[in-house]
């Protein structure tokens, strides 16, 4: 009975385990369902008023996505024929919603990693960007140009991203820096940062373009120094689970219709908008 019993078990645990890694995109369905933030300007964020650029999030009623993301995940979804569906999730439910099968992609400025590369698939890029730094328009680090000159400054970064990453090597080259521990979110960073609680953040140049424009209070520079950055680091792509080699193909094909300059002008208009 034992035995039998051991038998059933491992059966039942392999069919379980199989299921689990079976998720797959439905291209029946007619629908695509995207996962974002909505809280990344200007790559994603929420509106409460529906507009002609922007579009319903189907888990927050009455709310609406905008941004880079956003334009890009309708133009996609057109090229394939499918509806869009977009849901509105925290960066770090992205993947285990796309890998329990709640999403089909996840377009939230996120970069193809390694790390991340162990547990989703990746499009090709369909950004690149400059990391750049933030603080207070009236920062004293504002003309800052090597490691050394932003001794004493406070530092963080966005939890699980390159930005902490990067936010990290700068107090490691500067022991005179302090390095806060990650916050969760960019608009947790700016309220640190207008707080005093931290003098400056690493982020994307169009993100910190777009909180430049809506706010005189924070202005960012760039280093003549670079950071230690992999060309992963250096771009964003479209999350896929492993199984969606035809999706991915689709996707690929897709951006490859969408020129640099489209792309650029795309960027531009979402930062105009979120100002």
Not at 64 to 80: P, R, T
Not at 153 to 175: F, H, L, R
Request: aromatic share 8%.
């Amino acid at each position: 009975m034992k035995k039998l019993f051991l038998m059933f078990a491992l059966i039942f645990i392999g069919a379980y385990l199989t299921s689990c890694g079976s998720v797959k995109f439905n291209e029946k369905s007619g629908k695509i369902i995207i996962g974002l933030e909505c809280d990344y300007a200007p790559f994603n964020w929420t509106e409460m008023e529906k507009s002609d650029t922007n579009y319903p999030i189907d888990n927050v009623k009455g709310a609406y996505a905008e941004g880079y993301d956003v334009q890009m995940a309708k133009m996609i979804a057109d090229s394939l024929e499918y509806e869009l569906v977009i849901k509105k999730i925290e960066w770090d439910g992205l993947i285990p919603a796309l890998s329990s099968g709640a999403i089909d992609m996840i377009i939230a400025g996120m970069s193809p990693t390694e790390e991340r590369k162990l547990k989703i698939d990746f499009s090709d890029a369909y950004y690149e960007s400059t990391h750049v730094l933030l603080g207070l328009s009236t920062s004293s680090y504002l003309n800052a140009k090597k490691y050394s000159d932003l001794s004493g400054a406070k530092v963080v970064g966005q939890k699980n991203t390159i930005y902490d990453e990067i936010a990290s090597e700068i107090c490691n080259k500067n022991t005179n820096c302090k390095y806060l521990t990650a916050l969760e979110s960019v608009p947790l960073i700016v309220t640190a940062i207008k707080s005093g609680v931290a003098d400056l953040t690493v982020l994307e140049e169009p993100v910190a373009k777009g909180l430049v424009a809506a706010d005189s209070n924070l202005s960012y520079f760039k280093l003549d120094e670079t950071f230690t950055l992999s060309e992963e680091d250096k771009i964003v792509s479209i999350g896929l689970r492993k199984v969606d080699k035809n999706l991915k193909n689709k996707i690929n094909e897709a951006l490859g219709k969408i020129s640099s300059s489209k792309r650029l002008e795309m960027m531009s208009e979402a930062v105009e908008r979120n100002a």
